[in-house]
């Protein structure tokens, strides 16, 4: 059974007994993301396709697995996000849209992160979400595991398409992992999704209120009494709290990095999670696993990024310990990062 945990750090090779399994991903918009670096002779351009579901799917072939992205494109932004996304990975079904997808520009040359511009999609068309819809729940049928994440932005993609689509899929025996925030992550619940993953940012969005200390476990607890399995609660860099669909509670320790960047972790950590749920892992190694890929994605430029090998390396870093061992027991509120749709925790 998922969820049992023990005070350790782990070791061993990755092995996936199910490598190349179909993880079904529903990442409604990727963007279209340009950054501006300092080079040798000049200034460096780079373009790349980004967003929270495009990160979780490159991360989960990294580790083995076969992501199916689902989402969104159009326009002259969408033109170029279906080329890079087929220089991708795994497959895509894209649904064609009116509108022109999202996409941003970075500089970085001073050093730091600075958003320079950004455009986001308009609101899609009905027969457009149907699209999605189908698309994603047909993948997620043939597929080990579907990943839910986010919209960018959630204006204008309905919420009622969330419990849809969770509703459909747990029918079909699909195990849910959840990465979304409020309101869409209450449209999932009632589908008792097998792991929510969430920042104190979020967890404090849906219980409206404080989650320092004691009251961070308690608003956990509310997410499985409402329905989710497992719960994981990241926090910048402090540990993450995990609430296992059974057994007490525990913390994943990741390594001390001080200095890194830190955006898109979040996804890179939910990727390696799906591809290590799809081989079968328990829920602790899983995590652990998530942790390390979090870790290797701080490490680089790059987001959603990470070698496999690098991730190995790390997970051996990576320390689980029961909650009564912790000397912190403080929830800090975590803080969002540019550019748009990044979950940086």
Same mark, same amino acid.
């Given at each position: 059974m998922r969820g049992r945990a023990e005070s350790s750090t782990t070791g061993g090779p990755i092995g996936f007994p199910g490598e190349q399994l179909p993880i079904a991903v529903f990442g409604p918009d990727p963007l279209l993301s340009i950054t501006i670096e300092p080079g040798s002779e000049g200034d460096d351009i780079h373009v790349h396709a980004a967003g929270q579901g495009v990160w979780v799917a490159r991360m989960a072939a990294e580790l083995g697995a076969c992501p199916i992205l689902c989402c969104m494109a159009g326009g002259e932004p969408g033109s170029v996000l279906r080329s890079l996304l087929d220089a991708l990975p795994g497959e895509h079904r894209v649904t064609e849209t009116t509108g022109s997808s999202g996409s941003y520009v970075v500089d970085r040359r001073s050093g730091e992160r600075r958003l320079v511009a950004t455009s986001v999609r308009p609101a899609p068309k009905r027969h457009e979400i149907d699209d999605l819809v189908a698309?994603?729940?047909?993948?997620?049928?043939?597929s080990a595991v579907l990943v839910m994440c986010n919209p960018y932005p959630a204006d204008g993609l309905p919420e009622e398409i969330y419990e849809t689509i969770a509703a459909d899929v747990a029918a079909a025996g699909i195990p849910l992992l959840v990465d979304l925030s409020s309101p869409r992550l209450e449209r999932t619940l009632a589908a008792r999704p097998a792991l929510v993953k969430l920042n104190d940012w979020e967890l404090a969005e849906y219980v409206r209120g404080p989650v320092d200390g004691v009251r961070g476990l308690e608003a956990a607890r509310r997410l499985q009494e409402a329905g989710a399995q497992a719960v994981t609660v990241t926090r910048a860099g402090e540990p993450a709290l995990v609430l296992p669909?059974?057994? +007490?509670?525990? +913390?994943?320790?990741?390594p001390l990095l001080p200095s890194g960047y830190r955006e898109g972790c979040g996804d890179a950590m939910m990727g390696a999670i799906a591809a290590a749920w799809a081989g079968g892992m328990p829920l602790r190694e899983a995590l652990v696993l998530g942790a390390a890929a979090g870790s290797a994605n701080f490490l680089r430029h790059g987001l959603g990024t990470g070698q496999r090998a690098?991730? +190995?390396?790390? $997970?051996? $870093?990576?320390?689980? $310990?029961?909650? +009564?061992?912790?000397?912190?027991?403080t929830f800090p509120r975590a803080q969002r990062s540019s550019p748009p749709g990044v979950d940086s925790s």
């Open positions: 698309a994603t729940c047909a993948a997620a049928f043939s669909d059974s057994g +007490e509670p525990f +913390e994943i320790l990741p690098v991730v +190995e390396q790390l $997970r051996h $870093r990576i320390t689980v $310990r029961p909650l +009564e061992d912790s000397s912190s027991g």
